[in-house]
């Protein structure tokens, strides 16, 4: 699975929108992007992943490049809850393979009111 | 439905001792994982599952053992902790190969 590169930590501000940036500029053609978050103590929720279009849903968008190299989450209205380490992993979707995620160190997105 | 129970929530344990950490998931997912996590990382994979009596090694499996007689449970043992298994341990489940669901955590201390 191709690496991928995100800012160690973010700011926002409540009701913004918060945009986080994930390099991953060795991806392959059949690598999708997908996003996960991990609050404080928790395990890791799964927000979005795409493949080339950009994708929408209750929680986020994802917005790929053209050439794929790059990808920003968007959260639209960010709100104290958002705080959370966000990760952005590149990886094989084998169809019914059910090897793991690679998680890196994320980004620390911190929501301020 | 409760998604992806792991009992218990804390342990410690002394160097040497056993244990075993139980996952279990209400969805009827095939897949299964074990994840570890250090402070300051991300998660590492274990050891995952495909299905009711199957289990593979992931990226760290030494050190544990695991198992699945049921399809709903999925069963982390340490025959002989080390303190270098001091860790978070996450289980997660998925019905198809995009999204994992993952369940509170196990904090685990080895003395």
């Known amino acids: 699975d191709a690496k991928t590169t995100q800012p160690t930590s973010m700011d926002c501000a409540e009701g913004r929108a918060a945009n986080l940036p994930c390099n991953h500029s060795?991806?392959?053609?059949?690598?999708?992007v997908y996003w996960y978050r991990q609050i404080h103590s928790q395990g890791p929720q799964y927000i979005i992943h795409g493949l080339k279009n950009n994708e929408t849903n209750e929680m986020a968008s994802l917005i790929i490049t053209e050439d794929r190299k790059s990808s920003t989450l968007i959260l639209p209205h960010a709100t104290l809850r958002d705080t959370a380490v966000y990760y952005c992993i590149v990886r094989v979707d084998s169809g019914g393979g059910a090897d793991g995620l690679t998680f890196g160190k994320g980004t620390h997105l911190i929501i301020q009111p | 439905n409760a998604g992806v129970t792991q009992t218990p929530k804390f342990r410690v344990l002394k160097t040497g001792q056993s244990m075993t950490l139980l996952c279990a998931q209400d969805m009827n997912h095939e897949y299964m994982y074990w994840y570890r996590q250090d402070p300051g990382m991300g998660l590492r994979l274990i050891h995952y599952s495909v299905g009711e009596g199957t289990t593979a090694k992931g990226e760290v499996p030494d050190g544990y053992n695991v198992s699945r007689l049921k399809k709903q449970n999925f069963l982390l043992g340490l025959e002989s902790a080390a303190p270098s298994q001091t860790s978070v341990y996450f289980c997660?489940?998925?019905?198809?190969?995009?999204?994992?669901?993952f369940g509170p955590g196990t904090r685990l201390t080895v003395l």
């Open positions: 060795t991806i392959s053609g059949n690598e999708y």
């Open positions: 997660a489940s998925s019905l198809i190969w995009n999204e994992q669901f």
